[in-house]
């Protein structure tokens, strides 16, 4: 099973960008998907996550700026963000639960990160 990630970059403030993860190999089932970040010298945190039927939850620094949404017949989650802040520079993981088999638990998988650069 492997995540794939794209769509970051260098942005201005205020500007926008969408990351797409997909997720691709021997998979039964997607649970719940996630972005996080890691920003230099700080811990990584979750930025975001959407369950299998939708409900979505956001960090209280992105609300109202970022949106998480899923095409379940893709296999791929998204991140739009909006109104970009210099404070968002982050290196942006993508995390999926996933069921490879019918009779397996699910278990975490993990992208391999895209840089999201905001310049002021």
């Known amino acids: 099973v492997q995540l794939v990630e794209s769509g970051g970059g260098l942005v201005q403030a205020g500007g926008s960008l969408r990351l797409s993860c997909a997720a691709s190999?021997?998979?039964?089932?997607?649970?719940?998907m996630g972005w996080y970040r890691r920003a230099p010298g700080k811990e990584r945190e979750l930025v975001a996550f959407i369950t299998l039927g939708g409900s979505t939850n956001h960090a209280d620094s992105v609300k109202d700026r970022f949106t998480i949404s899923r095409d379940n017949t893709k296999n791929t989650v998204y991140l739009q963000m909006n109104s970009l802040k210099p404070e968002d520079t982050a290196v942006y993981y993508c995390?999926?639960?996933?069921?490879?088999?019918?009779?397996?638990?699910?278990?975490?998988?993990w992208g391999q990160g895209t840089q999201v650069t905001v310049s002021s």
């Open positions: 190999g021997s998979i039964f089932s997607i649970g719940n």
């Open positions: 995390n999926a639960v996933i069921r490879r088999w019918s009779h397996s638990a699910g278990s975490d998988y």
